[in-house]
Structure formats: structure tokens, C-alpha cells
């Protein structure tokens, strides 16, 4: 558990996030998930495009200041608004296909 909050304050510190006393500050990151029901957090991030280790793999995020998750880098590609948590991305499927979900498919925030 202690590595997961050592790599966020990195990740943070490299994005110029602020962080106190080895916590990283998420007010207004949003914290992606690995699974469902917010199960292995891979990190906080502001808006942009994630590290390649986290994309297309987040399950659950928690919001934070976000406001729309991109298919792809740069924002390009498909989006939808993230107006709240998502606990479950597989059972979200805004602005895309019949058969798809967000679930692993988040590459950027806004």
C-alpha cells in the first residue's frame, strides 16, 4: 500500500501537483482505478493526456475537477461528459457504440 502512495506523489510532483507530508493533493485530480468499485488505485491526474503505464485501463474513477474523458490523446477521438463517479465504467457507454463501455478506454481528461 505505502508504494502506491509513493509512485501518486511522484506522478503528482511530475505534473507539478502539490503534495504534503507524502500525500498527493486531489482536490481536483481525478483518481483512476485498475477495477471496479474503486479496487487499485493507479493514480490522481489533472487534466491531459495519462502516462502510457494508465492508458486505456481505468475501470472506476473518481472525478475530481474533470469534466470529460477522451478516447484518445490530445482529446481526440470520442468523449463524454464526467459529471460524477463512476463506480462501474463497463456499465457506462455515452457517446459510444452499442457493445462498448468507458471501461478501458480513458486516455485523456478535460
Known amino acids: 500500500m505505502?508504494?502506491?502512495?509513493?509512485?501518486?506523489?511522484?506522478?503528482?510532483?511530475?505534473?507539478?501537483?502539490?503534495?504534503?507530508?507524502?500525500?498527493?493533493?486531489?482536490?481536483?485530480?481525478?483518481?483512476?482505478?485498475?477495477?471496479?468499485?474503486?479496487?487499485?488505485?493507479?493514480?490522481?491526474?489533472?487534466?491531459?493526456?495519462?502516462?502510457s503505464w494508465a492508458n486505456d485501463r481505468a475501470?472506476?474513477?473518481?472525478?475530481?475537477?474533470?469534466?470529460?474523458?477522451?478516447e484518445n490523446k490530445g482529446c481526440t477521438g470520442r468523449t463524454a461528459p464526467l459529471d460524477s463517479d463512476k463506480n462501474d465504467l463497463r456499465s457506462f457507454t455515452v457517446n459510444l457504440h452499442i457493445g462498448e463501455s468507458w471501461s478501458d478506454r480513458i486516455s485523456a481528461l478535460r
Open 2 to 51: 505505502a508504494h502506491k502512495t509513493v509512485r501518486n506523489v511522484l506522478i503528482s510532483v511530475a505534473l507539478g501537483g502539490t503534495c504534503a507530508f507524502g500525500a498527493v493533493a486531489t482536490a481536483q485530480a481525478a483518481t483512476l482505478y485498475d477495477h471496479i468499485n474503486y479496487g487499485d488505485e493507479m493514480g490522481s491526474w489533472g487534466s491531459g493526456d495519462l502516462p
Open 59 to 70: 475501470s472506476s474513477i473518481k472525478k475530481g475537477a474533470s469534466r470529460l474523458m477522451c
